[in-house]
């Protein structure tokens, strides 16, 4: 069977886009992955779309857009995991020998959706009780502090880490270095958490083209990186019944990539993770299993996770400082370590990066019903 | 690389639902497959979920309902065509030899969206002008009718043949007979379309159960049909550019299912087709190649169409009278095509069948922008 490879990424800046819309987006990123690859765009085979609020046939306008309609196209959702699902499926489509040359696109417009926090569905029985996203991961920041010891002090820390490494990614949405002093300072959203330990409403879409072997040996040798896993599980108080610190899904799905990928946390040269809040950061390179249960605050302490450190997390600057469009976020995780596992990521580059991962964790924060979670895992 | 085999199939009731949500209707229908395949739940391995309007996360909280929270899971949306791309993606991820059983699940709840004809999106060009799904339809009757000089009466004769056909079915929205004067009588929609021309807004869900040759053989080797072919396709004004009686999209896609199954039109028993309207019906089954241009209303007019006929269309009753519950129908016409495969479809059993097809449309109906298009061949 053959492997998959990732040929050519693209993505948007990220941002506010008020005179665009989804279809724009996803158009713009699919023919800068085509540019990226160098080739012709009607090797496109087929396309998968991740987004959430885009309403129907979204990938389908896009693919008309470009020029390309016609091809098959699946639009997923898996909530915050839909771009990483696309991608996913997308694989699947290689390796079943249905096609040679697939495009996965992820794409979102969230300010012509909501201003601030997302709304919960009328359905979702904790946003009756008021457990709103912020909400909830502010009971998990809090936990944590009080089970492991960590300081607000060091939780400042990461989106400080964060959003001044957006600083050097052109395409992110903040682009302005901030201090711990900043983050205290911000605007107070859920206690202990503040404006700046919550990830923006963003809108932007990144797109990436996958090819088996027999098209990459043809098309795209020489800058190809391979998908060596793309992982999903589902989540459920079942999977996840008692902790507000750790997440089993997390560890679930990491193992499933691990195993498939043939290597442990430890050959893990960089990561990017759902870093929806500053305290989802932690939760998930520990739900990793890249740092010990306890340990990730005092690592980003002695810049471990800076990117010249031991295991640079977030380069891109993540979800609080380059933004999360919904659907765009884990394609555009995927363009970046692509950049990264080529050296073409400029002066956010990690020296000699090999093996890069990708997490995304999609719908219910503790899960009592749905959460999606997926890692990806690239080499090089 | 294996085969892809149906080995169980489940569906609700198809009608108002008041008193349970498109999860709760995706579980029963999941349980239900599961009870039919006959075997132990905890054998599938991941699972696709189609669907519309439902919200983030749906599938997932299926899974949870019915205690199958953890395994992977994608939500997947490609309009009317949602469920039907659900069972595509299932068999890629066994194709792909990701999975040996993987369950299909379509479901929509759609009394508690909407009441009447769908809300198009408010970025529709085209809805923007009135062109709303009856109008265009409507439009699309009187010119097969001027071009191929189709009766009122013809166009009639559908309705009147899937509203009988699913009096046969305990599972569908409606069960009494009705007659040419019942439709012609019925309250005006879009002229020349009544209200016994249109599907009507159903909630119900239907699942599947793929499995590999390997599972197959081991676990359900007697009762399986193939899955000889799920393909896809996407339209736009670039496919679809000129007539209001042809449909090239459907064209392309049954062009594609046929060369995958390795038949021909000419050897297909029976289908089940996108109904939504009855003149969609005859736009269909000769955009499939089943009927030639402008032959169909006077097929149907000499019984040809009938469960007794040369060549039987829907006889679950369609979506005009199983009905149309958006992500479960793709699913549901699996569902009648593998039971009639097997003998098991009571009296509305088509004697001898070997060869049964489906055809789901999505999205816009002349295609401005984004269209879905899906055929499936399954074959004993």
Partial sequence: MTDVHVVGVGMTRFGKHPDADSTDLGAQALLEAVADAGIDPRLIEAAYCGHVFQGMVTGQRVLAQVGLAGLPLTNVENACSSGATAIREASFAVRAGEYDVVVAVGTEHLTSQFRGALTPDPSDPEAAVGA??????????????????????????????????????????????????????????????????????????????????????????TRAVRLAASTLRSGSVDVEPTSMTFEPLTRLTAQDAYERAGIGPEDVDFCEVHDCFSIAEVLRVEGLGLFGQGEYPAAVQ???????????????????????????????????????????????????????????????????????????VLTR
Wanted: proline share 5%; net charge positive; with cysteine.
């Fill in 132 to 221: 709103t996203m912020p909400s909830v991961y502010a009971m998990r920041a809090r936990r944590y502090m009080h089970e492991f010891g960590m300081t607000r002090e060091q939780l400042a820390l990461i989106p400080v880490k964060n959003k001044n490494n957006a600083a050097l990614n052109p395409l992110a949405h903040f682009r302005t270095r901030i201090t711990v002093e900043d983050v205290l300072e911000s605007r107070p959203v859920a206690d202990p958490l503040r404006l700046h330990d919550c990830s923006p409403v963003t809108d932007g879409a990144a797109a990436v083209i996958l090819m088996s072997d027999k098209a990459k040996k043809r098309f795209c040798d």
């Fill in 302 to 376: 002695r810049g471990e996770a800076d990117l010249g450190g031991r295991l640079p997390v977030n380069p891109s600057g993540g979800l609080l400082g380059k933004g999360h469009p919904l659907g765009g976020t884990g394609v555009a995780q995927v363009v970046e370590l692509v950049r990264q596992l080529r050296g073409e990521a400029g002066n956010r580059q990690i020296e000699g990066a090999k093996v890069g991962l990708a997490h995304c964790r999609g719908g219910k924060a503790v899960g009592i019903e749905g959460a999606a979670c997926t890692v990806q």
